[in-house]
T-cell receptor, first 115, second 109 residues
Framework: KAGVTQTPRYLIKTRGQQVTLSCSPISGHRSVSWYQQTPGQGLQFLFEYFSETQRNKGNFPGRFSGRQFSNSRSEMNVSTLELGDSALYLC??????????????FGPGTRLTVL | TQLLEQSPQFLSIQEGENLTVYCNSSSVFSSLQWYRQEPGEGPVLLVTVVTGGEVKKLKRLTFQFGDARKDSSLHITAAQPGDTGLYLCATPSGYALNFGKGTSLLVTP
């Protein structure tokens, strides 16, 4: 089985721009989660989707949004980029509704640099 | 949000040495997961511990879950350069994983 894929792998944007990141989960997985990883804050939860429904959202401003499509692929969007949005954005997928006991499989991440 | 504290933050050792890293919380864990993240990659799940006092072994890695389920440790025996990476602990909470900030381990030949 192919793993979780994220595109693009690297991205450079300037302040004020917007960006869309894409995540394709493992085939058959219906849960997709997004995390932001920075050296100072570590891994922080952004949002989780299951069957196109957002089940949880982390403590991030409204500039961060996401969605999930019927084929379980997910996108996240960041509008009006700030320097502090520079980070590694990770996507994870899992197969069932039992989030707490299910294994999360992470993609390699998208490295976003905001200049 | 449950605060997970990991220590030490950084660890640099020689090949063949033993080491232990820790994950602590002031609250009880429902369950605890340990991940390893290598540069340029996403975290990979190593183990999940659920029961207080539980000990799990994965080759040279030994994971312990405290009796009170508020702490966990990861012990590596005879570390190898391939063990280099960021070790993260995490606990699930409401369709999200809450991560500690990790221990960055460097094993030099």
């Amino acid at each position: 089985k192919a793993g979780v894929t994220q595109t693009p792998r690297y991205l450079i944007k300037t302040r004020g721009q917007q960006v869309t990141l894409s995540c394709s989960p493992i085939s058959g997985h219906r849960s997709v989660s997004w995390y932001q990883q920075t050296p100072g804050q570590g891994l922080q939860f952004l949002f989780e989707y299951f069957s196109e429904t957002q089940r949880n959202k982390g403590n991030f401003p409204g500039r961060f949004s996401g969605r999930q499509f019927s084929n379980s692929r997910s996108e996240m969007n960041v509008s009006t980029l700030e320097l502090g949005d520079s980070a590694l954005y990770l996507c994870a997928s899992s197969s069932t509704t039992a989030f707490d006991t299910d294994t999360q499989y992470f993609g390699p991440g998208t490295r976003l640099t905001v200049l | 949000t449950q605060l997970l504290e990991q220590s030490p933050q950084f660890l640099s050792i020689q090949e063949g040495e033993n080491l232990t890293v820790y994950c602590n919380s002031s609250s009880v864990f429902s369950s605890l997961q340990w991940y390893r993240q290598e540069p340029g990659e996403g975290p990979v799940l190593l183990v999940t511990v659920v029961t207080g006092g539980e000990v799990k072994k994965l080759k040279r890695l030994t994971f312990q879950f405290g009796d009170a389920r508020k702490d966990s440790s990861l012990h590596i025996t005879a570390a190898q350069p391939g063990d280099t990476g960021l070790y993260l602990c995490a606990t699930p909470s409401g369709y999200a994983l809450n991560f500690g900030k990790g221990t960055s381990l460097l094993v030099t030949p």
